[in-house]
């Protein structure tokens, strides 16, 4: 992290958290693999997590829905 006060980045923090399933499932909607898409529907994403309804086999743990709220409030980071 060189020293810098970085935050979580998509590829080593948010990425990991999808598993193979989950992209497969939302595909139609978006892909969550990729950078741009969850960016550009953080917003909708954040609140099913919080809703606890996504994924819709078992929600997250709060301590992986708040690294994604870091994430997507503290300036999406690639
Ligand atoms: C804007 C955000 C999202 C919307 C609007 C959304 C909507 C939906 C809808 C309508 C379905 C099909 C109906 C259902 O099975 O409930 C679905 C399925 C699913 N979604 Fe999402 N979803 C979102 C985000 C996510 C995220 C972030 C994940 C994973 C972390 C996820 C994981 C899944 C899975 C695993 C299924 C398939 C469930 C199954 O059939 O077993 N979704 N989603």
Same mark, same amino acid.
């Given at each position: 992290m060189g020293g810098q006060? &970085?935050?979580?980045?998509f590829e080593s923090d948010i990425k990991p /958290? !999808?598993?193979?399933? #989950?992209r497969e499932r939302m595909e139609w909607a978006? #892909? /969550?693999?990729r950078y741009e #898409?969850?960016?550009d529907n953080a917003e909708g994403i954040l609140q099913r997590l919080e #809703?606890?309804?996504m994924p819709c086999d078992g929600g997250?743990? @709060?301590e992986r829905i708040a690294t !994604?709220?870091?994430w997507? @409030?503290?300036?999406? &980071?690639?």
């Amino acid at each position: 992290m060189g020293g810098q006060e &970085a935050g979580p980045s998509f590829e080593s923090d948010i990425k990991p /958290l !999808f598993r193979d399933k #989950d992209r497969e499932r939302m595909e139609w909607a978006f #892909d /969550l693999s990729r950078y741009e #898409d969850v960016k550009d529907n953080a917003e909708g994403i954040l609140q099913r997590l919080e #809703d606890g309804d996504m994924p819709c086999d078992g929600g997250w743990p @709060e301590e992986r829905i708040a690294t !994604f709220r870091r994430w997507s @409030e503290g300036g999406m &980071a690639p």
